[in-house]
């Protein structure tokens, strides 16, 4: 069973194991007694269903939120999500056979207002019959200057395990392996720390930046995904050999968004957010998106994304021979590529009628059209009518639909 | 070390949380009400005058409202009244509100925010009190469920004077 | 557990109390809680649809080599 990166991504947000430096600012939050006071989220319910659609795979399901107030200080949130992934993708193709798998998410949170200061906490859990992974989180914001300002600093903490499927080929069934890395079977642990700060800069214009750290270690390729390497004569001109990753990563993203207020009614924001990692990775991704009420029920959306990404260091899509470096990795989302992501939706504003306990109600379509071009990723299945090496460049085009409904109470 | 970062820290957020008693006379307004009259302060000159300063788009003023009302409909005979002053440039959301929720307390407009400036409003809401000789007696910013008891004591002891 | 260096204490001793001051010697704020109608409104919020908006940014995750710096919180409309 073929298993792509978007069949098994873990949803990081934070958790405990606290800094000196964390647990002083937590002190000093708690002790704090004001006389102004935040506000927490509202009361909602959402119910998505979403599709994508691209590339030879194929992924949809469920999304599920209920988020309510307990008490005055305490909103509970829980999230159920599924992605029923069936996939022949040109990675499938290569190397292993179509498959379907379903992937289920599990969240719970908790924020709690104490004066300015939130505090918020939960947990995520992902399984899919070859990846299990537990994240947990922990954050405190915190309002100041007036409440122009919004400070938060976060934590979490991710574990994962990883297995390989395989078919039997005696009993054609499936097999979940464990994977033997460093002489123990196969996990990844994750810590992210991060720095958030809105900021209101005018009547019409507010800020936000973002800073986030993330180290990974352990087992982090993809078992299913192969490097090639030039072996002319044999076969289609190339062999398929094992993956071989670095088993740790240091990541750094920050980005800045600025949204402003039209004086007609209307939004328009602006983003930008800078990657860069110890694999040799430096992205930019540009943002623009603009929401328009129309009449008293509609609220229509687009945007446009434009996403680059330079190739991780050891990334390579045809390597020159066997074992060529200590690091190798064929895997199309550490290539060289660019893409243009081209969104609209329309939400549809309503009240339930004879229903009072639900105070606004909406039903939203979205639809977004996603391209990426591959500048050294190639289509390997056309190695025999090109030769390998000289095959053209990839290219993807996928279609992601979402339909949901919001009710807030 | 760090329980010195802490302490100067907490101590330092702790001092303003203190903040919100208000002295001295309080400023004088005239504002247009709902209803087309004008409405100055000056009016309820002897009487306890509360003024709460709220806007449509604010969750605490709409959770407030209600409790307004209640505490308005039950101490107005005895020389207390209360003003809603709404800070909206434009006034519809806070009609369209109002049809939906109505309360019997008059609402003033404030739509160049002369009074939310002259009193200094820091907070939504804001709930200042005036006692029957004019002075500010209360300031009392925000609103979580509770304050409520906060303004009761406050009225009744004012009432007596 | 690491024993600080003293340059990154100084400078969270420094951090810390500008916080604190935050309350109190704060510069004036300059957008009047009375002025931030327009952050109450849910076109400007920066996540209006969490379901939705967490979805696709898992879309790109999955694809893509970067993530992170995603989350946006605050945005007071000067409330409480």
Request: aromatic share 12%; with cysteine; proline share 5%.
């Amino acid at each position: 069973m073929q298993l792509t990166r978007e069949a098994r991504c873990a949803h990081t947000r934070g958790a405990a194991g606290l800094s000196p430096f964390t647990r002083t600012l937590l002190t000093l939050c708690l002790i704090a007694a004001p006389a102004l006071a935040g506000v927490l989220p509202e009361d909602r319910a959402d119910v998505l269903w979403h599709s994508y659609n691209g590339g030879d795979i194929t992924i949809q399901g469920p999304s599920v939120l209920v988020r309510k107030k307990v008490s005055d200080n305490l909103s509970l949130s829980a999230n159920y999500y599924e992605d029923m992934i069936s996939s022949a993708s040109i990675d499938v193709k290569l190397s292993a056979s179509p498959y379907h798998e379903t992937r289920k998410q599990e969240s719970v949170g908790a924020d709690y207002l104490h004066g300015k200061s939130t505090y918020s906490a939960g947990f995520i859990t992902s399984k899919e019959p070859d990846y299990k992974a537990n994240t947990s989180y922990f954050s405190v914001s915190q309002d100041m200057f007036g409440d122009l300002t919004t400070l938060t600093l976060g934590y979490r903490r991710g574990w994962d395990r990883i297995y390989e499927d395989r078919k039997d080929s005696q009993t054609q069934q499936i097999v979940t392996d464990t994977i033997f890395y460093n002489g123990r079977p196969a996990t990844a642990d994750h810590r992210g720390y991060s720095l958030s700060l809105t900021q209101i800069l005018t009547r019409n214009a507010i800020l936000g930046f973002n800073y986030e750290l993330l180290t990974d270690q352990g087992y982090l390729a993809n078992p299913y995904r192969k490097i090639r390497y030039l072996s002319p004569g044999q076969g289609a001109g190339f062999t398929l050999a094992d993956q071989v990753y670095p088993n740790t990563r240091t990541s750094n993203a920050a980005s800045v968004q600025l949204k402003y207020y039209l004086p007609y009614r209307a939004a328009l924001t602006g983003q930008y957010r800078f990657f860069h990692d110890t694999w040799g990775i430096l992205a930019h991704t540009v943002e623009l998106d603009y929401t328009h009420p129309a009449g008293k029920h509609w609220i229509l959306e687009s945007s446009l994304r434009y996403y680059t990404q330079k190739h991780a260091d050891f990334y390579s899509d045809l390597f020159p021979r066997a074992d060529y470096q200590n690091f190798m990795a064929r895997d199309r989302e550490l290539a060289a590529f660019h893409s243009y992501t081209l969104g609209a939706g329309a939400s549809y504003q309503f009240m339930v009628p004879g229903v009072h306990w639900i105070s606004k109600s909406s039903a939203n379509l979205r639809v977004d059209h996603l391209l990426v071009d591959y500048s050294d990723f190639r289509n390997a299945l056309l190695a025999g009518t090109y030769g390998a090496g000289n095959e053209p460049l990839y290219r993807l085009n996928a279609n992601i639909f979402q339909v949901f409904v919001s009710i807030w109470f | 070390m760090k329980n010195r970062i802490a302490a100067i820290a907490a101590l330092a957020i702790a001092v303003p949380a203190l903040a919100g008693s208000a002295s001295g006379p309080a400023p004088q307004f005239t504002l247009s009400a709902r209803g087309g009259r004008d409405v100055s302060l000056a009016q309820y000159h002897g009487q306890v005058v509360m003024i709460n300063f709220w806007a449509s788009w604010c969750g605490p003023c709409r959770q407030e409202m209600p409790l307004l009302e209640s505490i308005y409909k039950k101490y107005n005979k005895l020389g207390f009244t209360l003003l809603g002053v709404n800070v909206e440039p434009d006034s519809q959301a806070a009609d369209d509100w109002l049809k939906a929720t109505p309360v019997s307390f008059p609402i003033l407009y404030d739509k160049e925010s002369k009074v939310s400036k002259l009193y200094d409003v820091a907070g939504m809401p804001s709930t200042v009190i005036i006692d029957r000789r004019g002075k500010l007696r209360m300031l009392h910013r925000g609103y979580k469920p509770g304050d409520e008891n906060e303004y009761l004591d406050s009225i009744r002891s004012l009432i007596r004077e | 557990m690491r024993v600080a260096p003293v340059k990154l204490m100084r400078a969270v001793t420094a951090a810390l109390l500008l916080a604190a001051l935050a309350g109190c010697a704060a510069p004036t704020p300059w957008v009047k809680p009375y002025e931030r109608e327009h952050f109450a409104d849910p076109i400007m919020s920066f996540n209006r649809d969490p379901v939705s908006s967490t979805y696709l940014q898992h879309v790109f995750e999955t694809r893509e080599g970067a993530h992170g710096a995603t989350g946006s919180v605050g945005g007071g409309c000067g409330c409480n």
